[in-house]
């Protein structure tokens, strides 16, 4: 008798819905978002640190302005190349 409680009981464990294979299941799942946590915490520690070189440095804010706002300097030529059409397409 006791037998077949410890049995029923192991089943219960290895092969119900809430048993061992969703256990497994849950842990993988907190593995996974460690995992993105991690990735997450490095970007903003980069963008931080691009934010207090923004706000330190005058020659890092104009090279953000001319390569996202495409900002011209007072003494500097803008020259646009642009590609001949192609008369075969």
């Not at 077949?4 to 061992?20: E, K, M, N, R, V």
């Not at 302005?65 to 011209?72: E, H, N, P, Q, V």
Request: net charge negative.
């Amino acid at each position: 008798m006791l037998g077949a409680i410890a049995l029923t009981l192991q089943g219960q464990l290895w092969f119900s819905d809430s048993g061992y294979a969703k256990t497994r299941s849950l842990r993988a799942a907190v593995s996974e978002q460690i995992e993105q946590n991690e990735a997450l915490r490095a970007r903003n520690q980069a963008l931080d640190a691009e934010v207090v070189n923004l706000k330190r440095s005058h020659e890092a804010a104009e090279e953000r302005a001319r390569t996202d706002l495409g900002m011209i300097g007072p003494d500097e030529t803008f020259y646009q190349v642009v590609p001949v059409a192609d008369a075969a397409h």
